[in-house]
């Protein structure tokens, strides 16, 4: 069955790094692009980032873009999340997510990573 | 990308029906027949429950429907059920395959 399994979280200082693994199975990955999106600690969801399948096309929510970096790796079935210049903002968890085939939804999602930028 | 707008909570008792609004911009949910809900509970993962403003995915009950006029979409849940208690979420396709989520609406079933 589809699966996506998200690794990297933890705490991490204001102003440094961190990079997010998912790795999937279950589903021919490098046809399909991936989504990140996440969810501050009682809030909503919020739409990250997209890759397409050949890991060529890369699409970021405003928010991120210049900070967050959405790589592939189809040889190894992972999609890769680099948030730099982390803010307090940033907190949340990440969620992983297929995307449904067409580019317009997330649609088998990861159990989530948390991600804590504190001091 | 602007949050799509959804109230913050709905209520409604075991076997009544209610309806969550989902209101954006020509720019995303008038504009694209590509609105999908999210159905989430407490800890868990978001599972989608309908995509392309009205098609169920194989298992979702068919109490569940979606629809969309204008700038507005909703979905309906009929026959509610305790195990519709939960958060559910509309999103829509934006414009150079960005996506926007709404804020978010908390289904309470009393």
């Known amino acids: 069955q589809v699966q996506v399994v998200e690794s990297g979280g933890g705490v991490v200082q204001p102003g440094r790094s961190l990079r997010l693994s998912c790795e999937a199975s279950g589903f021919t990955f490098s046809n399909y692009g991936m989504h990140w999106v996440r969810q501050a600690p009682g809030k909503g969801l919020e739409w990250v980032a997209v890759i397409w399948y050949d890991g060529i096309n890369k699409y970021y929510a405003d928010s991120v873009k210049g900070r967050f970096t959405i790589s592939r790796d189809n040889s190894k079935n992972t999609v890769y999340l680099l948030l730099d210049s982390l803010r307090a903002e940033d907190t949340a968890i990440y969620y992983c997510a297929r995307d449904s085939g067409n580019y317009r939804r997330p649609d088998r999602w990861g159990q989530g990573i948390l991600v804590t930028v504190s001091s | 990308q602007s949050a799509l707008t959804q109230p913050r909570s709905v209520t409604g008792s075991p076997g009544q029906s209610v309806t969550i609004s989902c209101t954006g911009a020509n720019s995303d949910v008038g504009g694209y027949k590509y609105v999908s809900w999210y159905q989430q509970h407490p800890g868990k993962a978001p599972k989608v429950i309908i995509y392309d403003v009205s098609q169920r995915p194989s298992g979702v009950p068919n109490r569940f429907s979606g629809s969309k006029s204008g700038n507005t979409a909703s979905l309906t849940i009929s026959g509610l059920q305790a195990e519709d208690e939960a958060d559910y979420y509309c999103?829509?396709?934006?414009?150079?395959?960005?996506?926007?989520f709404g804020g978010g609406t908390k289904l309470t079933v009393l």
């Open positions: 999103c829509s396709f934006v414009a150079a395959y960005t996506l926007a």
